[in-house]
């Protein structure tokens, strides 16, 4: 019968539930009640599941690299505003639909800023996506070129927050 559970699971792409009920079947005592058993593996399930979402987030955001907010150098030369950036972190200009355009020097870190802030919302459950601004510009062109312009705006703004490289905007 065992057996037989593990194959249903499977089979419904129960992943989480099938690999917490292995698990508790190697290491967990019997004497938790059937419905913390239960809860448990539910739990994994949807553990698993938001792990999932998130990875194909940001797998989709095509980030360059992880960064964060957390790891933002604050240091005087760079003339960043440490408390507006950390209001920009707390995503409320998405939740409202706003854009935020970042400029700045070179070397004042817009492109770590703009994936920060990217890979925050991916975290929150936002979509996010990276362009270079030069291919963005060029993938448009072709489209236009065959035709297809507003299927390919349609795409690119299906995302909860987009960036572009160099005047960075949201």
């Not at 037989?4 to 699971?9: A, H, S």
């Not at 290491?27 to 239960?38: A, G, K, N, W």
Request: charged residues 25%; contains cysteine.
């Amino acid at each position: 019968m065992l057996e037989q559970t593990k194959q249903q699971l499977a089979a419904l792409r129960l992943n989480g539930m099938l690999a917490a009920l292995e698990e508790q079947l190697r290491t967990v005592p019997h004497q938790l009640s059937f419905e913390e058993r239960l809860a448990l593996l539910i739990d994994r399930e949807v553990l698993e599941r938001d792990n999932r979402k998130l990875a194909s987030r940001l797998k989709q955001a095509k980030l360059q690299q992880s960064v964060s907010i957390e790891q933002m150098d604050f240091r005087k030369e760079r003339e960043l505003n440490k408390s507006q950036l950390l209001s920009l972190a707390n995503l409320s200009w998405v939740k409202l639909h706003r854009t935020i355009l970042i400029t700045g020097p070179t070397g004042a870190g817009k492109t770590f800023i703009a994936q920060s802030l990217a890979h925050k919302a991916c975290l929150n459950g936002y979509t996010a996506r990276y362009f270079r601004l030069l291919h963005l510009m060029h993938d448009a062109a072709i489209a236009y070129r065959e035709g297809n312009l507003y299927r390919f705006l349609a795409a690119v703004t299906k995302y909860d927050v987009r960036k572009r490289a160099r005047n960075l905007i949201f």
